[in-house]
């Protein structure tokens, strides 16, 4: 039995695609039937497989139910975790989308799911992702840019309106997450696995409310995907960092190789 986890695998079988870099990219071609057969290769019908958000580009239900289907075909028991492009799933409507898919599917939020004597916490979080100012010489090629040239490589200034809207919708994760970790803890879990959608800091940032989240009660590992591409694969932590692991499992990063994080 395996615990298996990947995210952004931005389905589109009923509905438009709305980043191009998906038509032109290489890693993203066919990414769903690459995906599908590392999944059939890899993952048996005892194991988990945590979806860590951005599932479709479906507007609403009704223009997900072919991408629903595929993760409902995919093999073993499958949690899904909310992403920033997930416009289906009202946070406050999950109770509706389990009525619908369970057991097929388990949507995650404002609780835990279990896994071994693991208590798998979830929530999509937040990171202030700029506008940056901030020199090539640092970020390396970025296909779009708020950029402006400083000699020695350094963010020059943000954007501040972004940055104080950013801390409100901080603020309203870390409740949310805060109120899972005390539920799976007065359940008696003292292990935890935290999923993220968004990453856990920005490139400005060592820590964060987050990460602060996280060693206060101690997650092994803190799991997140949204970073797209090359140029931004690097953003926020990766490796064993204060006494935890991070993991960026992002599907393209992963070349749609769902990744084992536990047995
Ligand atoms: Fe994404
Ligand atoms: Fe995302």
């Not at 389990?98 to 208590?119: I, K």
């Not at 940056?132 to 400083?150: E, K, L, M, N, T």
Request: net charge neutral; charged share 30%.
């Amino acid at each position: 039995m395996s615990l298996y986890t990947i995210g952004d695998l931005h389905l589109h079988y009923q509905s438009e695609l709305k980043a191009p870099a998906q038509l032109h990219d290489r890693v993203w071609k066919n990414h769903e039937e690459k995906f599908r057969k590392n999944c059939s290769k890899m993952i048996r019908g005892e194991d988990t497989l945590v979806l860590v958000g951005d599932h479709s580009w479906g507007k609403n239900l009704s223009e997900c139910e072919a991408d629903l289907q595929y993760i409902c075909d995919l093999p073993g028991r499958k949690i899904l975790t909310r992403g920033n492009h997930d416009m289906f799933w009202d946070a406050k409507k999950t109770a509706r989308l389990n009525d619908l898919y369970q057991p097929r599917l388990t949507f995650l939020q404002d609780g835990y799911e279990t896994y071994r004597d693991y208590a798998l916490v979830a929530t999509k979080g937040f990171t202030f992702e700029g506008p940056f100012y901030i020199s090539r010489a640092v970020r390396g090629q970025r296909p779009h840019g708020d950029y402006a040239a400083d000699a020695q490589g350094r963010i020059i200034t943000w954007d501040e309106e972004a940055m104080e809207h950013a801390k409100k919708l901080v603020e309203r994760e870390m409740q949310r997450l805060r109120n899972s970790f005390e539920r799976a803890r007065a359940d008696g879990y003292q292990k935890y696995i935290l999923f993220l959608h968004y990453p856990p800091t920005n490139i400005l940032e060592k820590r964060s409310p987050f990460t602060d989240i996280a060693e206060e009660y101690g997650a092994e590992q803190v799991i997140y995907a949204h970073c797209h591409g090359e140029s931004r694969f690097h953003d926020s932590i990766q490796g064993e960092y204060r006494g935890r692991v991070y993991r960026l499992v992002s599907g393209d990063y992963l070349r749609w190789k769902p990744l084992k994080i536990l047995d």
